[in-house]
């Protein structure tokens, strides 16, 4: 009943999983800027190729990554739509009643669904090749300058890797009340969407109220365990900057450098 | 003996109306001994286990541990790395990502340089039987295999005890035997002092000695012989007493008379198949 694609992480040897998580999160997050500079064929080409170029070498089969966006097609098609019919400009190219498509809007909005495409292409890579710790100790580590400022980077790193930590015991706990519900005769699959709703509140409280009785015992126990913040406190995992790291920050600029030339130059 | 916990005169309570959960308890931890605490629900034993590590401060009376007072907040760090503490629930004392990321939390927290905690984090798996599953995540492991993770945390930590507050009572059987043969060995092979606060009595049989607890005072102490010698006092404060003693005391009320040494089913079995014996 619970398939979560997001924030899966597959374990395998490439030379994308081997990267440090800081240059792939760094990579990731320009990535998602320079996507807005493309706005011609050709650099939407080049934005399409580095993805599968990013899938090719991070050797997770393209079907596991399609099936992944599936979820998302509805919103995608969305988008698709709603700026097909609603932008104008160019040649009329097709009319149906109130409707109107302009050539212009056609191609924005095949450059617009690129754009969200390769995003989240590009994003679920980086949490497929990297394991939630990764992400979350590089995080903590490219966010540590804003310590100085008195920012609880430490403390937001460990509440996320946490929630991480507790989202599978969590479903499995909806899972079982979910089950003592049902036995209980509670209906969760039928019936009006108003009554639907109405069956989700005896799931949610039992599971807010167990929620929050395992905070209380996980702070006591992090506690008894020496927990004290930040200070003082010495890490078992190093994040290592590697040439390949260096390679992949290269390949960046490279990638940033074409996009702005494509743009400039007005190609087509 | 050398005493590692000493216990005086505490008494405390949750809040100002409450009755004292914790009424004037004396007691010692001896080192290297099993030492079990037991009583009924609300007797006050897991807020005593409370007090041992600072968690909670008495408001009466001292705790020390190892020469550290616990009421002086510069040891507290120090008196939680030397006494343990495993709890009931083995979800919700399970802070790392993975085996491995669990056993290194207790040591990134006190500090513990990057090479030793690699070390002594391979040591602590080995100790417990872990050592294969150091890359698994916590929900494919059974309670029991979190329980003994949880134990590798504190081996790691190289303690004084390890105290376990109900640490079996939600396995099934098949962990709880794994937990008690795991924590035996360490007893036994290398020295490391155990207190089990438990409601089971039949796990309390074995240990070296055993406190009763009942509304917050230390009603009885002694060795396990000494304690089920008189199990109407047991009985009397709501524990369930082991098969064994439970079966020789109704041997005894049919005129069958055994000596009262017998505490396990084994030592029962025993007695019972030499009885006849003349020999």
Not at chain 2, 6 to 34: H, I, Q, R
């Given at each position: ?29 320009l990535f998602v800027i320079i996507v807005f500079l493309a706005n011609s064929?050709?650099a939407n080409?080049v934005l ?67 754009r ?139 990638l940033a450098a074409i996009l702005i030339l494509v743009r400039v130059?007005?190609?087509? | ?279």
């Amino acid at each position: 009943m619970f398939n979560l694609v997001i924030g899966q992480y597959v374990p395998m040897e490439s030379r994308v999983h081997r990267l440090d998580p800081r240059s792939k999160l760094i990579s990731v997050f320009l990535f998602v800027i320079i996507v807005f500079l493309a706005n011609s064929w050709l650099a939407n080409i080049v934005l399409l190729l580095f993805c599968y170029a990013g899938i090719l070498e991070s050797r997770i089969s393209l079907p596991f990554i399609f099936r992944g966006l599936r979820s998302i097609l509805v919103i995608i098609l969305f988008t698709f739509f709603l700026n097909l019919f609603f932008s104008s400009g160019g040649r009329l190219l097709l009319s149906l009643g109130w409707i109107h498509i302009y050539q212009n809007a056609l191609i924005q909005s095949v450059f617009i669904v690129i754009r969200i495409l390769v995003i989240i292409v590009v994003t679920t890579l980086l949490t497929l090749t990297t394991s939630p710790m990764e992400i979350t100790d590089g995080m903590e580590n490219l966010l540590s300058p804003f310590k100085k400022i008195k920012l609880p980077v430490h403390e937001f790193a460990l509440m996320m890797s946490i929630s991480l930590r507790f989202i599978p015991t969590l479903l499995e706990e909806t899972e079982k009340i979910i089950k003592a519900q049902a036995a209980r005769g509670s209906d969760f699959t039928s019936g009006s969407l108003k009554n639907r709703m109405k069956a989700i509140v005896p799931l949610l409280v039992p599971l807010f109220v167990s929620a929050f009785k395992r905070a209380e015992d996980l702070a006591m126990a992090m506690e008894a365990r020496g927990y004290h913040g930040d200070t003082g406190r010495t890490r078992l995992h190093k994040l290592v900057w590697n040439r390949r790291d260096t390679v992949m920050m290269m390949i960046m600029a490279l990638l940033a450098a074409i996009l702005i030339l494509v743009r400039v130059s007005g190609c087509w | 003996m050398e005493k590692i916990i000493e216990v005086s005169g505490v008494s405390y309570f949750y809040a100002e109306d409450d009755p004292w959960v914790l009424d004037d308890v004396t007691l010692s931890v001896n080192k290297g001994e099993w030492l079990s605490i037991i009583g009924h629900n609300g007797s006050g034993k897991s807020t005593l286990a409370k007090c041992l590590n600072g968690l909670i401060v008495p408001q009466k009376g001292s705790v020390r541990v190892g020469g550290f007072d616990t009421k002086d907040e510069t040891n507290i760090w120090e008196i939680r790395r030397l006494v343990g503490m495993v709890f009931q629930n083995p979800d919700n004392q399970f802070v790392g990502a993975t085996v491995r990321d669990d056993v290194a939390f207790g040591m990134e927290n006190h500090g513990i340089p990057r090479e030793k905690m690699i070390d002594r984090l391979a040591q602590s798996l080995r100790l417990v039987k872990m050592e294969k599953f150091a890359d698994s995540e916590p929900h494919r492991l059974s309670g029991g295999q979190k329980q003994r993770v949880a134990i590798a945390g504190i081996v790691a930590l190289q303690p004084l005890i390890v105290i376990l507050d109900e640490a079996t009572s939600m396995l099934d059987p098949e962990g709880r035997r794994e937990i008690i043969k795991t924590m035996r060995t360490l007893n036994k092979e290398h020295g490391l002092t155990v207190l089990s606060i438990t409601h089971d009595l039949e796990e309390a049989v074995n240990s070296d000695r055993i406190l009763v607890m009942n509304r917050g005072k230390v009603v009885r102490e002694g060795s396990p012989r000494e304690i089920f010698k008189t199990p109407e006092l047991l009985e009397k404060i709501g524990l369930d007493l082991p098969l064994a003693i439970k079966l020789r005391r109704l041997l005894n009320q049919r005129g069958i008379s055994l000596q009262d040494t017998a505490l396990t089913q084994e030592d029962l079995v025993n007695e019972l198949w030499t009885l006849r014996s003349t020999m």
